[in-house]
């Protein structure tokens, strides 16, 4: 798997357990894979060096290592400048503490003023050469299990708030699922296992599938033995996009991740 990572993008992670020689197995509410001697751990909030320095402390003893090989900050604090943010994030790479630096939710302008400060190797911007982290890639679940998940969530779930999981886009999503379940069936794998694959064919993409059962988290290391030809990819690329926003204002996107201007 070399340095992909399968996880979620909490804040913080309770625990860690060694599965093999090869990997640790990182969960809290979410489960996720990385190399051992690679780190993943993400980063909400980065603004001020005792903040900073504190939250990647707590994230490399949860991590059970000396160094982070990616801190990604998983939103943008559009009442800062990018430049001050990643200056924060660049100290702890100059103190060894962590190796790289990942965004999430950045606008490509964000982007290459956060890259003139220090290289950004995750998110989603190719004229940089940077890689594609792609978080959600099971439609929080739906891709899983189909229209029967939204019957499973707690009244706590923030997916009850969700666009795509409302009533009105349900049962049109529930069409796309019915149409990737045939498609899976005819491959031999699950609709999850189908999607991942679809998402890992892309250059330089590393799809992040949480889950809370190790059941469901060997279902999807499976995925990386579904080869799609040409075909079956335009296939499954002909399909509807969901129906429904992503968050419908519940949590910010790119769209709202222009920071002001560094003042001189």
Known sequence: ???SWWSPAPSAYSRTLKISNNYLLNSSHIVFLLPIGSSFDALNVALESATNWAACEGSLKRLGVDCIDLYCQHRIDINVPIEVTIGELKKLVEEGKIKH????????????????????????LE?????????????????????KVVETLSKDDFRQNLPRFQ??????????????????????CTPAQL??????????VCPIAGTTKIENFNQNIRS???????????????LVSAHGDRYGGVLTTWMESETPPLSP
Do not use: C
């Not at 939710?105 to 995750?122: G, L, N, Q, Y």
């Not at 004229?127 to 792609?134: C, F, R």
């Open 1 to 3: 798997m070399g340095r």
């Open 101 to 124: 630096i990942g965004l999430s939710e950045a606008s490509a302008t964000t982007i290459r003023r956060a890259h003139a400060v220090h290289p950004i190797i995750a998110v989603q």
């Open 127 to 147: 004229e940089l050469g940077i890689g594609v982290v792609a978080y959600g890639p099971l439609g929080r679940g739906f891709l899983s299990f189909g229209p």
């Open 167 to 188: 009533p009105e886009n349900v049962e049109q999503n529930k069409r796309i699922f019915e149409q990737v379940s045939e498609i899976a069936a005819q491959k031999g």
């Open 195 to 204: 999607a991942l694959a679809w998402v890992h064919q892309g250059e330089d």
């Open 224 to 238: 990386l033995s579904v080869k799609l030809a040409p075909e079956e990819m335009a296939e499954l690329e002909s």
